[in-house]
């Protein structure tokens, strides 16, 4: 057994030499978007049973934020050099243009013939990117502010409260989860080796039990709207007070179930922990299977309903996550996802464009 005292991997990250991934993080990345992937499964779902909804509520309040967490965490180098410039292009702004176009070819496909290209209205779950690229973007301005975390709350408030801030580029998302990539700028090792305490380990028990029982409660009092943080104020029908209370409360409780789920995840290297390289290939990718299930209405057949039915589809989406994650698939999808594109950019080399097939060494990405 583990003395109490030992430090999670990232609390050793500081000696680890460049290039080196860390299994803590990488442990943590594979766990939030296989809660990604089972979120979405659960979504259509969640209105069958007052359980469900809870269990949904649960998960949607923090997997995203622990998952934005660690982006922010894993950002905290990018000062806007011309090579990080060009692997903020090449790895997040790209992708966004290939897998938008692939989107709309395949909602065409699926369901409307008519379909435009709007690159400014991300197609489901793309906004990710979007809102990366901005983050990213901005780091080096949060990184001298001052009073970062408050300032980037302030920004998800005053959005929540401001319905002309539109769906163009999904807006109101980016800033609502802004406080989370923000804070996780602030973050160092000695942070994550505080949540990996045996004492807070043990807290993170009885805390999410209570989050569940909470969750039970408000399902058939709130609308798990909150949790998507794409709505202002208006939309969801409340005052702007109520509107700016529910940020702050949303923020909070995202903030105490990702210490919660941080505290355990595996500090050491499993089986799982290669997959966490590729957690943003599985983000992208599961949204065919997760939208094809939606559109043909496959959440109508019978054995779909029955409790061995969502277990069993619980169990394969899961899977499916963890297949996304692999090296084959990455090594698939990689000309979409982490394109060489020395033609585009001065400098070749100079700025980290790999070239002649060879890629720099790569430590974590943000996501």
């Not at 990250?13 to 990604?36: C, E, H, M, S, W």
């Not at 990702?258 to 997959?275: D, E, G, I, K, N």
């Not at 599985?282 to 309903?305: C, F, M, N, Q, T």
């Amino acid at each position: 057994m583990e003395r109490p005292s030992a430090l999670p991997a990232s609390a050793k990250a500081a000696g680890r030499p460049a290039g080196r991934r860390d299994p803590f993080l990488d442990n943590a990345k594979y766990l939030t978007i296989v809660l990604v992937g089972v979120g979405h499964l659960w979504a259509p779902m969640q209105g069958d049973s007052r359980a469900a909804g809870a269990l949904y509520a649960t998960v949607y309040a923090f997997h995203m934020p622990a998952f934005i967490v660690i982006s922010g965490y894993l950002s905290r180098s990018y000062e806007g050099t011309p090579r990080q410039i060009v692997r903020l292009v090449t790895g997040v702004l790209v992708p966004y243009l290939a897998f938008q176009t692939v989107y709309t070819l395949f909602m065409r496909w699926l369901d409307n013939p008519q379909r435009e290209f709007h690159y400014q209205e991300p197609g489901f779950a793309l906004w990710f990117l979007v809102a990366l690229f901005v983050w990213r973007l901005t780091t080096p301005v949060w990184k001298n502010l001052r009073w970062p975390v408050p300032v980037a709350l302030a920004i998800a408030v005053g959005a929540s409260v401001t319905p002309s801030v539109g769906n163009d580029l999904d807006l109101m998302r980016i800033a609502q989860f802004l406080p989370f990539f923000v804070l996780g700028l602030q973050l160092r090792p000695e942070h994550f080796a505080l949540v990996q305490q045996r004492a807070a380990r043990w807290l993170a028990v009885p805390v999410t039990a209570c989050a569940l029982l909470l969750a039970y409660w408000a399902v058939p009092r709130m609308s798990s709207g909150w949790f998507l943080r794409e709505k202002s104020a208006a939309e969801m029908g409340v005052p702007a007070w109520v509107g700016a209370t529910m940020v702050l409360a949303v923020f909070g409780c995202g903030l105490v179930l990702t210490a919660c789920f941080l505290a355990w995840v595996p500090r050491r290297h499993m089986w799982f922990t290669t997959l966490g390289a590729g957690t943003l290939y599985a983000y992208l990718l599961h949204v065919y299977p997760i939208k094809l299930s939606r559109e043909l209405d496959w959440y109508s057949l019978d054995w779909v309903g029955h409790p061995a039915g969502r277990v069993a589809l619980t169990v394969l989406v899961a899977a499916m996550m963890t297949l996304l994650c692999t090296s084959p698939v990455r090594k698939l999808f990689r000309p979409l996802m982490e394109p060489d594109m020395p033609w585009f950019f001065r400098g070749g080399r100079r700025t980290g464009v790999a070239t002649h097939g060879k890629r720099p060494r790569r430590g974590h990405r943000a996501a």
